[in-house]
């Protein structure tokens, strides 16, 4: 499962940093929206169909995304798809997906719309790359 994030945000590498540390089955892989890596196949595909466009730059996308068996998850249906890869307790977040998607997404993009004015922005990834914790 490969997890896309923006890594100018600092909410979202601190959600990566936190993620590496509770992925004990490392079942988890991460890649920021801004690399290379992230307009390769299938992170390519995985952007463009969660777009439904050809025309995609990493610079459009203000969501979390989620590759995994050959599917695109994005914004709450990706959160729901991160806690069933962590399995164990994080699955009792599975839930909220009883909740109508429009009021999770809803939520989800008024935080980030929010993030960062609230956790700030950085012109260099935090993390490195391909390492875990």
């Known amino acids: 499962m490969i997890v896309f994030y923006d890594s100018d945000c600092l909410l979202c590498s601190r ?11 490392n079942q988890l892989t991460f890649e920021a929206l801004q ?17 439904h466009t050809q025309n995609v730059g990493a610079e459009n996308f203000t969501t979390l995304y ?9 914004k ?5 798809e991160i ?9 009792i977040f599975l839930l909220f997906a009883y909740l109508p998607k429009s009021w999770l997404n809803a939520l989800y993009d008024f935080v980030a719309r929010n993030r ?10 935090t993390l490195p790359i391909n390492q875990k914790k």
Do not use: M
């Open 116 to 125: 960062y004015r609230w956790f700030g922005k950085t012109d260099t990834c």
């Open 35 to 51: 690399s290379e890596k992230a307009q390769a196949l299938p992170a390519l595909i995985c952007l463009r169909q969660a777009r």
């Open 66 to 74: 989620v590759w995994h068996n050959n599917k695109c998850y994005e």
């Open 15 to 25: 959600t990566i940093r936190f993620l590496r540390y509770v992925d004990t089955k």
């Open 76 to 80: 709450s249906e990706a959160i729901f």
């Open 83 to 91: 806690c069933r890869g962590l399995g164990g307790f994080w699955r």
